[in-house]
């Protein structure tokens, strides 16, 4: 074992440097992140609703609810939570916008 190591050590040094390359780049793409393409621009989770807006354009339809969470002492603290709808041609996008800030982006086919 010790001799395949010494012979092929360049080879297992330079694998390793392309794997480490590989997951780096996996984790650090936004395609890991949800997207929304509308025309030519493209909108990720993360960024606020008015880019979404300003971007593809008032959604088909919209829904806001309040959720009510408690503080640590007991006081209350309202949350607006916004859906989205977006559609297309086999489907529509619902995307979850709270505090103005879009948290999740999925897709639902007909």
């Not at 990720?44 to 829904?63: F, H, M, S």
């Not at 609810?65 to 408690?70: E, I, L, M």
């Amino acid at each position: 074992m010790k001799d395949f190591i010494k012979e092929n050590r360049l080879l297992i040094i330079i694998t390793i440097v392309f794997m480490i390359i590989g997951i780096v780049l996996a984790l650090s793409s936004p395609a890991c992140a949800a997207a929304f393409k509308c025309g030519n621009r493209v909108v990720y989770e993360g960024e606020r609703a008015v880019t979404l807006i300003n971007k593809c354009g008032r959604p088909d339809a919209q829904d806001t609810r309040v959720v009510t969470r408690q503080t640590p002492k007991g006081a209350p603290i309202y949350i607006y939570v916004t859906e989205l709808i977006y559609e297309q041609r086999k489907g529509f996008y619902s995307i979850t916008v709270i505090e103005g800030k879009i948290t999740k982006i999925e897709f639902i086919y007909h």
